[in-house]
């Protein structure tokens, strides 16, 4: 048995086409926000604002004080544009306790609302202890809502049989427990790959392997994905090499990392290339602060908000002055209706640009975090590196090289040009794994102007073997720049 045939919605016609062949969404249709007008979306995020206002002035521990430390009264925060007197909330700030003081206190005339119902992490900190970041029920049950505004968004539905590809891992890992409950928020069948690392000293091996995952995708007749960008990418590679029948995948939730279009194009012509048909690869944008990932409407629309009442972006200064419409800036959320950890301002730790137009492609009026630079959402604040005395944007870098016909994987390291002394001058490597006819040598060629093009650097181009930069059986997805100088 085959599936439904699937087409991508190419404008709003279609996508309103799309949600009323879906009974589900259609009977959700009424109540979802996305699509009323901007007037009706920004009373429904005020009258929110003023209530999660009072709850952070009574039972936030850290905004508590903080009111009194800033002279802020909270109740004078009453409209969107009011928010900017508040200041930021940076990720040193949240990290200092990890986390706790940013967890509700109990609200005793609303206890259902507040039972503890799920943990999750955010991961690399300074100390190595992950920061916590709580769920309540109320916090759950919309997420719920959240997940199936999303669902609607990237086209995924009711009678796709998503395989879960995020590893079961000993932290545990957002993308895995987010995707079973997108499935069940929308009643998708789901597979599991169970992937994962070995806990250290646990004594019995639970986790199952790539190919297995492979096999079930097969036989299962799987027709979506979710997982980690270019875990998903190697794994269809594999499927590939082996004649496996991948011709039921249609949708892709390829996520954790910034997915350019060459990477786009590539993964679908090798599952076309296994007989698929159209194939929809989505690159929502999620981090543990906001507890789900922004979908794409269309590839590289946009990341849309989904649910203005739950969330409100913007793009700010370091002051934290509001952006223009669509200006890069640092992203800072708030979040507008929550029970559990609760964040006012909170810096991503991401460069964006936010846009408030109505989206040309599906017709929603809600934010949507556009692309910035090249054709990645984010830019990770913390990546912008100097290279030679230059500062550059490794996403642009990664751009350039991400879209290059023969290239499989790639990684570029910056080093010292004498290994043995920390004062000789920078230097940037391109490691290089090729596709099998490449060749190399004009394939050098246009990666050193293409970078050299991006960010005024040549680099030296080493091809080596796929699995020196990626080996998916030992780390969860490719780490695309090396910083080897020694550091100061
Ligand atoms: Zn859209």
């Known amino acids: 048995m085959?599936?439904?045939?699937?087409?991508?919605?190419?404008?709003?016609?279609?996508?309103?086409?799309?949600?009323?062949?879906?009974?589900?969404y259609k009977a959700d249709h009424p109540q979802d926000l996305s699509f009323k007008s901007q007037d009706e979306i920004r009373t429904v995020q005020e009258t929110a604002l003023v209530k999660q206002m009072e709850r952070l002035g009574k039972f936030s521990p850290y905004y508590r004080e903080k009111f009194k430390e800033w002279g802020l009264d909270y109740q004078s925060i009453k409209t969107l544009d009011d928010l900017e007197k508040a200041p930021l909330t940076s990720k040193a700030?949240?990290?200092?306790?990890?986390?706790?003081?940013?967890?509700?206190d109990m609200d005793f005339e609303h206890v259902m609302e507040y039972i503890l119902y799920e943990i999750t992490y955010t991961t690399g900190t300074t100390t190595g202890m992950p920061s916590r970041f709580y769920n309540t029920t109320y916090d759950m049950f919309m997420q719920s809502w959240i997940f199936r505004m999303c669902c609607k968004i990237c086209y995924l539905e009711p009678d796709d049989i998503v395989m879960n590809l995020f590893p079961y891992h000993f932290i545990p890992h957002i993308g895995y427990y987010k995707t079973f409950h997108f499935a069940s928020a929308v009643g998708m069948?789901?597979?599991w790959g169970f992937t994962g690392a070995p806990l250290p000293g646990f004594p019995y091996n639970i986790h199952r392997s790539m190919q297995e995952a492979i096999d079930q995708i097969e036989r299962k007749k799987v027709n979506a994905i979710s997982g980690i960008a270019s875990y998903i990418r190697r794994l269809i590679m594999t499927a590939e090499e082996q004649g496996k029948d991948l011709s039921n995948i249609n949708k892709l939730q390829a996520l954790g990392e910034a997915v350019p279009k060459g990477m786009r194009d590539d993964i679908r012509r090798r599952l076309q290339g296994m007989g698929a048909d159209d194939v929809y690869v989505c690159n929502a944008f999620g981090f543990t602060e906001a507890q789900t990932a922004f979908q794409e409407c269309s590839e590289l629309g946009g990341a849309h908000s989904g649910t203005p009442q739950v969330s409100y972006f913007e793009a700010v200064d370091e002051n934290g002055k509001r952006k223009p419409d669509g200006e890069p800036g640092l992203l800072c959320i708030t979040h507008l209706d929550r029970r559990g950890t609760c964040l006012l301002r909170y810096l991503v730790g991401d460069i964006v640009a936010v846009t408030?137009?109505?989206?040309?492609?599906?017709?929603?009026?809600?934010?949507?975090?556009v692309t910035a630079v090249g054709s990645t959402y984010g830019t990770r604040t913390k990546e912008l590196m100097k290279v030679k005395g230059t500062l550059i944007n490794p996403e642009t870098m990664r751009d350039a090289v991400a879209d290059t016909p023969g290239v499989v994987e790639y990684q570029f390291v910056v080093t010292k040009e004498k290994a043995d002394d920390p004062y000789s001058m920078d230097m940037l490597k391109l490691r290089v794994g090729a596709d099998k006819g490449a060749d190399l040598a004009s394939l050098e060629k246009v990666l050193k102007e293409k970078v050299k093009k991006a960010v005024e650097l040549t680099p030296k181009v080493e091809f080596v073997p796929l699995s020196e930069i990626f080996d998916p059986g030992a780390t969860l997805k490719v780490t695309r720049i090396v910083d080897e100088r020694p550091q100061e």
């Not at 087409?7 to 009974?23: G, L, R, T, Y």
């Not at 990290?95 to 940013?102: A, L, P, V, Y």
């Not at 408030?356 to 975090?369: S, T, Y």
Request: a positive charge.
């Open 189 to 191: 069948t789901m597979c």
């Open 93 to 104: 700030d949240f990290m200092k306790d990890r986390g706790e003081s940013f967890k509700l």
């Open 356 to 369: 408030n137009k109505p989206c040309p492609h599906c017709g929603r009026n809600d934010q949507r975090i």
């Open 2 to 24: 085959s599936h439904k045939p699937f087409k991508i919605p190419k404008n709003p016609e279609e996508v309103m086409a799309w949600i009323n062949s879906i009974p589900l």
